[in-house]
């Protein structure tokens, strides 16, 4: 009988194409992402040795990091300019698919795989981006790399990889109404802190996991790089099945049927070992803030602001006082006493159209206090149209938020959109770090919900209770 395996070992098995001992393998590439920011000197690179994109079918360039989300055919930021302009002319000079500004398919990367099928169970997907683990809510073996693997997947299709250790990411129990999976990979990070997926690739399983939507799952896996872990996947499963069909990159008609049933049986054995396992309840999870200047720095809404001489160890202490003033915060106090200047819903971790959607469903005809600027920008394009379609972009404009044009925006401040210093942002992105959102820039981590119901309260607010 041959040995239970993981899923993660699975796709490593079928991927690999050489392996010594102790060494790491040579991954074969089913999808290579590409983005403006990480990729000019890998083309370079290539042009310099003479080189040529080795399977332009698959790879897929988009842009996101540098694009203005204002309407406007002028990109007054040089640096970006160069940076577009330059993946225009790889894309046409290597034979790259991309989808530019103006183009109906543009957006975040880690947004356009999946809306666009290329994204699929089993698959080794790259891209030169940390938060390519959100692919892998697919079933799919997704990791970031750095330019130079970008250049090597491009003329090799292939990447080293060291063989990951396997977590299982197990998290039972039920979410409560307006809890979300935003709110579950914060609580996560929080009890187990920003390194316990260091070394390991993350299978998140259990009944609150398999009961969550696409949009959910992607959520989870985004942020696995938040809590150290190279990848995290979920398992294929009808849900999976369900978003792809129809999708413009996944396979048509009988084709479809087989890699159904292909991905479906994509399933970790019962009786295989992971290095490690950790758990969580989802029951008792309720909607989260961050505090800090790191994900695992984040308290329920209920919760009051971390005490520095409350601190286990000298070290935590510092940590704790060095945040708060970062964060402008005073210990002991409520989370939900502090006020906010700005809202930013967006990002590869939540600005899907399930994200807008219920982000709009909080509005109920109420307003966004007038202390506090917000603005909402979509996924991509094919978000964009869809929830134009539903009418959302009236909801927020009409309850004063901006409606923007697709791209990671406020998320990292690259592009025009920064939260100017020492102001607090409510975000629903995935990173706290200073500076992240602009210098000095303050930065709450929280769920699309949470970022409505503080945008019209002009401070947080424990959305269960928020009617
Ligand atoms: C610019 C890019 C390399 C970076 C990443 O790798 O994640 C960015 O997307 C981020 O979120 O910080
Ligand atoms: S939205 Fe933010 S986290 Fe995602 S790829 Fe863009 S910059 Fe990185």
Not at 41 to 57: I, Y
Not at 257 to 267: D, F, R, V
Not at 422 to 441: L, P
Request: glycine letters at 10%; a negative charge; hydrophobic letters at 35%.
């Amino acid at each position: 009988m041959t040995q239970p395996k993981t899923i993660i070992e699975k796709i490593w098995d079928k991927n690999v194409v050489h392996e010594e001992e102790g060494r790491p393998g040579l991954l074969y590439i089913d999808l290579h992402l590409v983005h403006e920011v990480t990729s000019p000197q890998a083309f370079e690179g290539l042009r310099l040795k003479g080189r040529t994109v080795r399977q332009p079918k698959l790879t897929f360039a988009t842009m996101d990091h540098n694009v203005p989300t204002v309407h406007t055919n002028v990109i007054k930021d040089e640096i970006s300019k160069i940076q577009m302009d330059t993946l225009r002319k790889n894309c046409e000079e290597f034979g790259v698919p991309l989808a530019g500004m103006g183009h109906e398919h543009q957006g975040i990367v880690h947004v356009i795989g999946p809306e666009l099928g290329l994204t699929q169970p089993g698959k080794t997907i790259v891209c030169g981006d940390s938060h390519t683990s959100t692919h892998g809510a697919f079933g799919a073996l997704a990791f970031g790399i750095g330019t130079s693997e970008v250049e090597h997947v491009l003329s090799t299709q292939t990447v080293w990889q060291q063989k990951p250790r396997t977590l299982n990411v197990k998290i039972d129990g039920k979410l409560g109404t307006g809890v979300t999976a935003k709110d579950l990979i914060l609580a996560l990070i929080a009890k187990y802190g920003v390194n316990f997926g260091t070394g390991y690739v993350i299978e998140y399983t259990g009944e609150a996991i398999r009961s969550l939507s696409m949009e959910g799952r992607m959520t989870i896996c985004n942020m696995s790089i938040e809590a150290g872990a190279r990848a995290g996947l979920v398992g294929p499963d009808e849900t999976t099945v369900k978003f792809l069909e129809g999708r413009l990159h996944a396979p048509k008609g009988d084709t479809f049927e087989e890699a159904k049933k292909m991905w479906l049986s994509l399933q970790t054995d019962e009786g295989a070992s992971y290095d490690h396992t950790v758990t969580l309840n989802a029951t008792d999870v309720e909607p989260q803030v961050t505090w800090g200047t790191n994900p695992a720095q984040c308290i329920p809404i209920n919760g009051t602001i971390p005490n520095p001489d409350q601190a286990k160890t000298e070290n935590d202490k510092n940590e704790i006082k060095h945040s708060l003033k970062y964060m402008g915060l005073e210990a002991d106090v409520k989370i939900t006493d502090v006020p906010i200047e700005h809202v930013f819903i967006g990002s590869c971790t939540n600005s899907r159209l399930e994200d807008l959607i219920q982000a709009a469903s909080i509005i109920k005809g109420r307003k966004v206090n007038p202390s506090v600027s917000a603005i909402v920008v979509p996924g991509s394009q094919t978000v964009k149209r869809k929830a134009e379609e539903l009418g959302l972009d009236r909801q927020f404009i009409d309850a004063g938020f901006e409606w923007r044009e697709p791209g990671c925006s406020m998320c990292l401040a690259m592009n025009g959109d920064a939260v100017p210093p020492n102001e607090r942002c409510a975000s629903t992105s995935n990173r706290n770090f200073e500076g992240r959102q602009g210098a000095d820039a303050r930065t709450h981590l929280v769920s699309p919900e949470m970022a409505t119901a503080a945008a019209i309260a002009g401070h947080f607010v424990d959305v269960r209770t928020f009617n």
